[in-house]
């Protein structure tokens, strides 16, 4: 009996198994973490005032005598897809004095969802949009990482905020926007982000399959649905000093540096991005000649960003010029939301 008893007791020490990654799994891990540390009054203070979470449910309020705990958590997070419950749970693990048991819990599902691939530091500089001259760069701060336009600065977009750990909506976009080109408070929302789509559109100059990709895109803003991840046009991913001509005159080859700028971005979380290049015969061919040299170069660099834990999707240029491209493009943006859900 007694080994028995040995044998029994050394599976209680057996670890758990990962925790399934789900909305569910994630919104179960919220509630039971913030409904177990904290009163029914400080979790409004947590919820509204410390993580600063809007309230969205029309015509009630989270201090209404006849919601529970569970309600308020509810209420404070309704719609939200996995990408903001993931966010949010970074957010109490950083910034909220939680049980310690209900604490493991929640790290151990973070680490199950990052185990799902993605980057795995967040942005930091988004300098994207350039409608002139490649902007001129230095390291302000190596240490640090921090950059600084010295040249062409009024060609680019910059966006000067921290990049939120669910991603980058049209909506972010809209309100730094807003403040960068002194729109007032009572312009709606709406006309900001046709200003805003605009100046972005004039990035792409006169390509007109990129044109087709970013106004596809652009169709799912309408009606004012402005959360949702943003199509970011023309960023810089790498920065190489000299111009193409100045390496010519110096007898070197090329840029050691492949692909400085990207097509498309999308955030679709801190970690999730999305890479889509639009791919002219440039990317393949000198002139009508095909080039292997060039499609390794492509090949190459599209497999380094996937070892980074981008996610890369190449169209075609032909494809994006035949009958019925947008209604393929449409198709393509549906089912990649959905995946990213």
Same mark, same amino acid.
């Given at each position: ?134 902007? &001129? ?58 200003? +805003? ?78 890479? +889509? ?27 380094? +960003? ?12 032909? &494809? +994006? ?21």
């Amino acid at each position: 009996m007694a080994d028995f008893d040995f044998f029994s007791a050394g599976f209680t020490t057996v670890p758990k198994a990962p925790p399934k990654v789900s909305s569910r799994a994630f919104r179960t891990a919220i509630e039971e973490a913030l409904i177990h540390t904290y009163t029914r009054q400080d979790l409004e203070t947590v919820l509204g005032e410390e993580l600063k979470l809007p309230w969205p449910v029309a015509d009630s309020e989270p201090s209404e005598s006849e919601y529970t705990k569970r309600d308020v958590i509810k209420g404070y997070t309704k719609g939200w897809d996995l990408p903001k419950l993931a966010a949010l749970v970074r957010r109490m693990v950083a910034e909220l004095d939680l049980n310690e048991a209900l604490l493991a819990d929640l790290h151990a599902l973070l680490a199950a969802h990052d185990r799902g691939g993605g980057v795995g530091t967040p942005p930091k500089n988004l300098i994207f949009a350039a409608n002139g001259p490649k902007p &001129e760069l230095v390291l302000r701060d190596a240490v640090n990482n921090d950059i600084e336009i010295t040249r062409n600065g009024e060609y680019c977009l910059v966006f000067d905020r921290p990049i939120p750990a669910d991603g980058l909506t049209y909506q972010n976009l809209i309100e730094w926007w807003r403040k960068r080109q002194g729109f007032a408070d009572a312009v709606p929302d709406r006309e900001v982000g046709v200003d +805003l789509h605009a100046r972005l559109r004039e990035s792409l100059g006169d390509n007109p399959v990129e044109a087709l990709v970013f106004d596809t895109y652009a169709a799912r803003y309408r009606n004012n649905r402005f959360d949702v991840p943003a199509l970011i046009p023309q960023v810089y991913l790498h920065f190489d000093p000299a111009t193409q001509l100045a390496r010519r005159a110096a007898g070197q080859s090329g840029s050691p540096l492949a692909r400085q700028r990207m097509d498309f971005l999308i955030l679709f979380s801190s970690r999730h991005r999305v890479v +889509l290049e639009v791919d002219g015969k440039q990317h393949y061919a000198d002139g009508d000649v095909a080039s292997p040299r060039l499609y390794s170069e492509m090949v190459a660099e599209d497999r380094r +960003l996937r070892l980074a834990g981008y996610e890369v999707y190449r169209f075609g240029g032909a &494809e +994006l010029m035949a009958d019925g491209a947008a209604r393929m493009l449409t198709d393509f943006f549906d089912q990649l939301a959905e995946r990213m859900r």
